[in-house]
Structure formats: C-alpha cells, structure tokens
C-alpha cells in the first residue's frame, strides 16, 4: 500500500494541488466567510481526480497486482491526508486573524473552533457526493464535481443562514456560536460533531464507492 500511496502522490498530484495548500493563508483575510477558503480543498480534489485521468492512472492501476478496493482506498487516503493538511494549515492563520481583528467576522461565522467544526461538514457531504458519483463509472470527474459543489454551497447557506439572522433569531446559542469569546459548551461540541462527521463520511465515502467501483465496468 505504501508502494501505491507513493504512486498516487506522483501521479495524481500536480503543482496545482501544493499552489492550493497556500490558500490557507486566507483565514487572515477580515469580514471573509470561512467556508471559501475549504471549497478550495474540494477545487484541487477535482484537479487530482483531473490530473490522474491525464495520465491514465486508472488504466495503469488495474494492471498493477491490486484490488479494485486498494485502488479506491489509495485516493480515498491521499485526498483525506490534503484535506485534513490543509485545514491544519490554516489554524496559525485563524490565529492571527483573530489576534488583529478582535471585532469578529462580518461575513459570517467568526473564525472560533466552532467554525471549524462547521466547515468540515459541508467539505464532508462534497467527498461523499463526489467520490460515490465519480466511482460509479470512473470516468471523468467533471459532472460529480459540479453536483458534489452544488451540495457543498447548499450545506454552507444551511448551516450559515442562521449565522446570518441571528439579529432576528435573538437565540443564546446561535449568539454564541458566532462569537470571538470561547463558549466551551457551544464551540467544543460543535467541532467535535464536525470531526465525527468528518471522520464516518470517509468510512461511508470509501465503503461505498469501492463496492461501486467493484460493479464499474471499465
């Protein structure tokens, strides 16, 4: 496996993927809604999906003396490690934002814990959608990008609006879910909904996808 990871990195991964990871910086950007900067990760999965087709990858891998599930998993593993690189990234950034701009977010959700237990979510529903789309014929990555996209911007106006209401709302826990002060009984079970979401969509996005890739005629 380790021998095949190595493969996906060299194959799969183009200039643009590592040009991407520098767009973490834009947790410091102020009044800028923290979910763009996530849709990025799900931008440069495509280019990896893009990219593999280029050269092949797939016709190449079914030679290889692997399964069709090892195939899957490899991608599933090197898209999770991206990802969870990325969003790592960013947290010195979310830092300083918050060091020179104490004031909050105007755009939505204030960079607090809570928000990145937010943004895994729709990040979450993107890999599912796209990868059980894209695996079900393994052909090209375009049509499942763009309906995976459509459900990553549906989940962030789900899970923003009332961010953007809470004027009208006038709830305690939307008030302090959008705050730069820490609400421990707000802020730390939200993110860890967000990483438990995170972690059992990849369970399900691999499950599923290897055993439609498995029925995929190629």
Not at 113 to 118: E, I, S, T, V
Not at 165 to 172: A, H, T, V
Request: charged share 15%; aromatic share 18%; glycine share 4%.
């Amino acid at each position: 496996m380790n021998n095949f990871l190595n493969k996906e990195i060299k194959l799969c991964l183009s200039p643009v993927n590592y040009l991407f990871l520098f767009f973490s910086t834009m947790f410091i950007i102020p009044s800028y809604p923290v979910y763009v900067n996530i849709f990025y990760y799900c931008l440069s999965c495509f280019f990896i999906f893009n990219n593999a087709e280029l050269n092949k990858d797939i016709a190449y891998s079914m030679i290889l003396p692997i399964t069709k599930k090892q195939i899957v998993k490899s991608r599933c593993i090197l898209v999770f490690t991206y990802e969870l690189v990325g969003i790592l990234l960013t947290i010195p950034f979310a830092i300083l934002n918050r060091k020179f701009f104490p004031e909050g977010n105007n755009a939505g959700v204030d960079v607090n814990l809570a928000a990145y237990g937010l943004i895994l979510i729709p990040l979450s529903v993107f890999n599912l959608i796209f990868f059980t789309m894209f695996y079900k014929k393994a052909e090209k990555p375009g049509v499942p990008f763009f309906i995976a996209s459509a459900g990553f911007w549906l989940c962030y106006f789900i899970l923003e609006f009332p961010v953007w209401i809470k004027g009208i709302l006038n709830l305690e826990f939307i008030n302090q879910l959008d705050s730069v002060d820490f609400y421990p009984a707000v802020h730390l079970p939200v993110l860890g909904c967000g990483i438990v979401v995170f972690i059992l969509s990849w369970i399900i996005t691999y499950s599923v996808s290897a055993k439609r890739f498995e029925k995929a005629d190629l």
